[in-house]
């Protein structure tokens, strides 16, 4: 009987994860929507500014952004365009 409840344990424990991590996109997503429409998503003020950008040549890349305002920091990975 024990490991039932183990089980579920464990199944309530994952579902918990898979729905935090979908938060997590969802809002890195908003933020990403965010600044591509110019503005910070902290304090809406169009001070977003491109702080570091890591090509990885073909694969993904990692660009960093930065609030002049608040001071509002976050990386992204974007998709990086191949073209041979
Ligand atoms: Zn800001």
Known sequence: MVDIYLLLFMVIILAG????????LKEKKEHLDAIHRGFC??????????SDQRDGGC?????????????YENS?????NCSL
């Open 76 to 80: 992204f990975s974007v998709d990086g």
């Open 17 to 24: 994860i898979v729905i935090a991590y979908g938060y997590y």
């Open 41 to 50: 998503p902290k304090c809406h003020q169009n001070s977003i500014d491109v």
């Open 59 to 71: 694969g993904p890349k990692i660009v960093s952004y930065t609030c002049l305002n608040c001071g």
